[in-house]
Each structure stands twice: as C-alpha cells, then as structure tokens.
Nanobody, 124 residues
Framework: QVQLVESGGGLVQPGGSLRLSCVTS????????MGWFRQAPGKEREFAAS????????YYSDSVKGRFTISRDHAKNTVYLQMNSLKIEDTAVYYC?????????????????WGQGTQVTVSS
C-alpha cells in the first residue's frame, strides 16, 4: 500500500487561503501523476485538481479554476494545493491521490492510492 500523508487543512474565513501538502515516498513519487479530490458531507467524492509526473500538465475542475493551484516538488516528494479566495462551498475533506501513470486524470477510478484526508472548513 502506497502511503500518502496530507496536512494543512483547517478553519478559514471566506476569502481566505490555505495550502494543503501531501507527502509520499520517493518510490511513489517517481512516475506517478497526482491529484486532489474533495468530499463534502452527503456528497460523492469529486475532482479538484491534478498534475502530471513532470509537473507540466495540470487539470482543474471548473469550480476551483482560477482560485486553486496544484504544484509538486520532486526534491521533497510533496504535492501542494494552494487554495485562495476560499468559499463556503469549498468546505470538504480533501484527499490526495496517486496514479501510476505520467499523465493526470480527473477520474476517481484512475487513482491507485489515497491519503486519509484533511478537513477544510470555510466559515465566518
């Protein structure tokens, strides 16, 4: 089982920012595309952002495009999700996921391994 460990969640006011981090082993990071997904209470898990192994290709959902930025640091075996201009509807558990492929995907079923999730709550 590939280990992914997320951090950086918390409580933030609308309009605020958070940066999520996902650390994994080097073996996992090599040759893997990475993604961030989120799941709100009572809803299905949905795609937020993904990045290719090289970092040159990124995908975003329409709901986060222009506000969130995904990036990765190979030296630190870490993928980030910078979230700006947060909205109440961004409240969810955010999951990091790894896909054994160089190209990213928007589909939950394309990812092989998942982290435990980190809670993001946007509230005034």
């Amino acid at each position: 089982q590939v280990q992914l460990v997320e951090s950086g969640g918390g409580l933030v006011q609308p309009g605020g920012s958070l940066r999520l981090s996902c650390v994994t082993s080097r073996r996992t990071f090599t040759g893997y595309a990475m993604g961030w997904f989120r799941q709100a209470p009572g809803k299905e898990r949905e795609f937020a952002a993904s990045i290719s192994w090289s970092g040159t290709i990124t995908y975003y959902s329409d709901s986060v495009k222009g506000r969130f930025t995904i990036s990765r640091d190979h030296a630190k075996n870490t993928v980030y999700l910078q979230m700006n201009s947060l909205k109440i509807e961004d409240t969810a558990v955010y999951y990091c996921a790894a896909r054994k492929d160089y190209t990213p995907s928007r589909e939950v079923s394309d990812y092989d391994s998942w982290g435990q999730g980190t809670q993001v709550t946007v509230s005034s």
